[in-house]
């Protein structure tokens, strides 16, 4: 049972008794129901119970009567009922100021209603509302259902959640950051007793009771869902609605290309950039967006990163969301006020260009990745775009990292973070038939390629390194492990067999373009 005094003395025939004192207490919550037959009851009453009585035991002894009151009080009982016309023709008045001294109702009972008549009215009222509850409850369970199994949601999650189950709501991110709030509570109010726990757990909410409930996946927390001025005794059907809720939250949060815990300004940017990234609008509107929400992007010199990992389905996701927080944590990183965004190519990042340079760029996000200890086989890798000054090349830098990442995928050997511009010259050089490239590898290397298999294996590793270190003789010896004067003598061979100048400019193009075409070769 659960019902306030208030809402029981509606409910006939309990509705013929009057409320004679203690009118302040009538919100207290009736549970149960017990008939006085002995006389030490009080030391038997529960919290909640309603006792019922004719006063017999309490008719001759006033004092007692008093006590009994200040016991029942104690222990928190909802109400005593006193039933006329046996023992008692009318309730004495000091008892009836003892009850108004405690705010505690006293009620007076009708005579010709027995007990059982009283508690039965009770019951069937309580059997009713139960049972209205309960198929409230299946209905709002049915909608989180079709909520949840809708393709795509033409409402937003939080308002949805919070208008299926019938109740304000809160989301707090693990920064303690409130990302969505409809209660009637600030920020601050909201934020009592922050860092929490977590599990589920009934909490102060202002001056009212509050639920709250971690938003797992797995064994990691993403945040928080707090539901406000609930019922302080909350059912177990009330309960597990509210859990359900919260798992369908934590669900999309994770499933969805959506970054719910971005601040509004960041999400609608979010959602504006992939409208313009599909052709929805242009980029110039993108800029105008970004200038209105406040986002500093794309009003300076500013460069577009892709990310992903060779893990698939529910998996990917879930690790490019990590990437996505390692990013936004990293300390060299953190304070670019850059934007990441989900997509079905992966983690799309905006960061402003100049600082820090593109070599420390890549390492340090290579370094972020190292952090993450992913899963072996799902390491991921980062195509890094050339500089853009305007708004306008926006859609050209998605077009680089989306054509260095499919070919760092064909290739090995890119590294995990890839600028364009290391492979703009392949990705042009990969258009000439594969005929063509051994044709000029061969008429390049004839000079060397007649030499025993051994000796030609030595030069050509020699000239790529040699390359390799734009024709710094000491670094090629350092890498190939060999005296500055064998490299030295090496190269001077390899000018006269090639017959080349390695002082031109034209010529080392020419011998770099054939470790290009046999390297792109060997790929075949």
């Given at each position: 049972?659960?019902?306030?005094?208030?809402?029981?003395?509606?409910?006939?025939?309990?509705?013929?008794?009057?409320?004679?004192?203690?009118?302040?207490?009538?919100?207290r919550?009736?549970?149960?129901?017990?008939?006085?037959?002995?006389?030490?009851?009080?030391?038997?009453?529960?919290?909640g119970?309603?006792?019922?009585?004719?006063?017999?035991?309490?008719?001759?002894?006033?004092?007692?009567?008093?006590?009994?009151?200040?016991k029942?009080?104690?222990?928190?009982?909802?109400?005593?009922?006193?039933?006329?016309?046996?023992?008692?023709?009318?309730?004495?008045?000091?008892?009836?100021?003892?009850?108004?001294?405690?705010?505690?109702?006293?009620?007076?009972?009708?005579?010709?209603?027995?007990?059982?008549?009283?508690?039965?009215?009770?019951?069937?009222?309580?059997?009713?509302?139960?049972?209205?509850?309960?198929?409230?409850?299946?209905?709002?369970?049915?909608?989180?259902?079709?909520?949840?199994?809708?393709?795509?949601?033409?409402?937003?999650?939080?308002?949805?959640?919070?208008e299926?189950i019938g109740?304000?709501?809160?989301?707090?991110?693990?920064?303690?950051?409130v990302?969505?709030?409809?209660?009637?509570?600030?920020?601050?109010?909201?934020?009592?007793?922050?860092?929490?726990?977590?599990?589920?757990?009934?909490?102060?909410?202002?001056?009212?009771?509050?639920?709250?409930?971690?938003?797992?996946?797995?064994?990691?927390?993403s945040?928080?869902?707090?539901?406000?001025?609930?019922d302080?005794?909350?059912?177990?059907?009330?309960?597990?609605?509210?859990?359900?809720?919260?798992?369908?939250?934590?669900?999309?949060?994770?499933?969805?290309?959506?970054?719910?815990?971005?601040?509004?300004?960041?999400?609608?940017?979010?959602?504006?950039?992939?409208r313009?990234?599909?052709?929805g609008?242009?980029?110039?509107?993108?800029?105008?967006?970004?200038?209105?929400?406040?986002?500093?992007?794309?009003?300076?010199?500013?460069?577009?990163?892709?990310?992903d990992?060779?893990?698939?389905?529910?998996?990917?996701?879930?690790?490019?969301?990590?990437?996505?927080?390692?990013?936004?944590?990293?300390?060299?990183?953190?304070?670019?006020?850059?934007?990441?965004?989900?997509?079905?190519?992966?983690?799309?990042?905006?960061?402003?260009?100049?600082?820090?340079?593109?070599?420390?760029?890549?390492?340090?996000?290579?370094?972020?990745?190292?952090?993450?200890?992913?899963?072996?086989?799902?390491?991921?890798?980062?195509?890094?775009?050339?500089?853009?000054?305007?708004?306008?090349?926006?859609?050209?830098?998605?077009?680089e990292?989306?054509?260095?990442?499919?070919?760092?995928?064909?290739?090995?050997?890119?590294?995990?973070?890839?600028?364009?511009?290391?492979?703009?010259?392949?990705?042009?050089?990969?258009?000439?038939?594969?005929?063509?490239?051994?044709?000029?590898?061969?008429?390049?290397?004839?000079?060397?390629?007649?030499?025993?298999?051994?000796?030609?294996?030595?030069?050509?590793?020699?000239?790529?390194?040699?390359?390799?270190?734009?024709?710094?003789?000491?670094?090629?010896?350092?890498?190939?492990?060999?005296?500055?004067?064998?490299?030295?003598?090496?190269?001077?061979?390899?000018?006269?067999?090639?017959e080349?100048?390695?002082?031109?400019?034209?010529?080392?193009m020419?011998?770099?373009?054939?470790?290009?075409?046999?390297?792109?070769?060997?790929?075949?």
């Amino acid at each position: 049972m659960h019902l306030t005094v208030e809402e029981a003395l509606s409910i006939y025939p309990l509705s013929e008794a009057r409320l004679i004192a203690g009118s302040k207490g009538k919100h207290r919550i009736v549970k149960s129901i017990n008939v006085m037959d002995a006389p030490d009851i009080s030391d038997w009453i529960k919290e909640g119970e309603m006792l019922l009585t004719t006063a017999y035991l309490i008719k001759d002894n006033l004092e007692g009567a008093s006590d009994l009151l200040r016991k029942l009080d104690r222990r928190g009982s909802a109400a005593l009922g006193i039933k006329l016309g046996r023992f008692w023709d009318a309730v004495p008045e000091q008892l009836v100021a003892e009850a108004e001294t405690l705010n505690f109702p006293l009620i007076e009972l009708p005579f010709e209603f027995t007990f059982s008549d009283q508690m039965n009215g009770l019951f069937r009222a309580e059997l009713t509302r139960s049972t209205s509850m309960l198929q409230s409850m299946l209905e709002k369970q049915r909608k989180l259902m079709r909520f949840a199994l809708r393709s795509g949601h033409s409402r937003p999650l939080f308002e949805a959640v919070s208008e299926v189950i019938g109740c304000k709501l809160a989301v707090i991110s693990t920064r303690g950051d409130v990302i969505y709030n409809n209660t009637e509570y600030s920020g601050g109010e909201l934020l009592e007793g922050w860092p929490w726990q977590n599990r589920n757990q009934r909490v102060r909410c202002g001056n009212k009771t509050g639920y709250r409930i971690p938003l797992l996946q797995g064994e990691k927390c993403s945040g928080y869902l707090l539901y406000s001025s609930i019922d302080p005794m909350l059912l177990p059907v009330e309960e597990s609605l509210f859990v359900q809720g919260a798992e369908l939250i934590s669900y999309h949060i994770h499933a969805g290309f959506e970054d719910y815990f971005e601040h509004a300004g960041q999400r609608e940017f979010s959602s504006l950039l992939r409208r313009c990234l599909s052709g929805g609008i242009t980029c110039g509107e993108l800029a105008q967006a970004a200038q209105r929400l406040e986002i500093p992007l794309l009003r300076s010199p500013f460069l577009v990163m892709l990310t992903d990992t060779a893990a698939s389905g529910e998996a990917r996701q879930a690790e490019l969301l990590r990437i996505k927080e390692e990013l936004l944590e990293a300390p060299e990183l953190g304070g670019l006020q850059a934007v990441h965004i989900l997509m079905e190519e992966g983690l799309l990042s905006l960061y402003p260009a100049g600082t820090p340079g593109p070599e420390r760029f890549g390492d340090i996000v290579g370094r972020c990745f190292e952090r993450l200890q992913l899963d072996k086989g799902c390491y991921p890798r980062a195509a890094v775009s050339g500089v853009k000054a305007r708004a306008e090349g926006l859609k050209e830098a998605f077009g680089e990292v989306k054509e260095c990442m499919a070919l760092t995928r064909r290739r090995k050997g890119c590294g995990q973070v890839v600028h364009y511009r290391q492979l703009e010259l392949h990705l042009m050089l990969e258009q000439i038939p594969p005929e063509t490239m051994e044709k000029y590898c061969n008429g390049m290397l004839r000079g060397l390629l007649s030499r025993e298999p051994e000796y030609v294996r030595e030069m050509l590793h020699t000239l790529e390194v040699y390359l390799q270190n734009d024709g710094h003789v000491n670094e090629t010896a350092k890498k190939l492990f060999i005296h500055r004067n064998t490299a030295t003598y090496r190269i001077e061979k390899l000018s006269e067999l090639l017959e080349v100048d390695f002082k031109k400019i034209d010529d080392l193009m020419r011998l770099k373009l054939v470790f290009i075409f046999r390297g792109m070769l060997e790929r075949e």
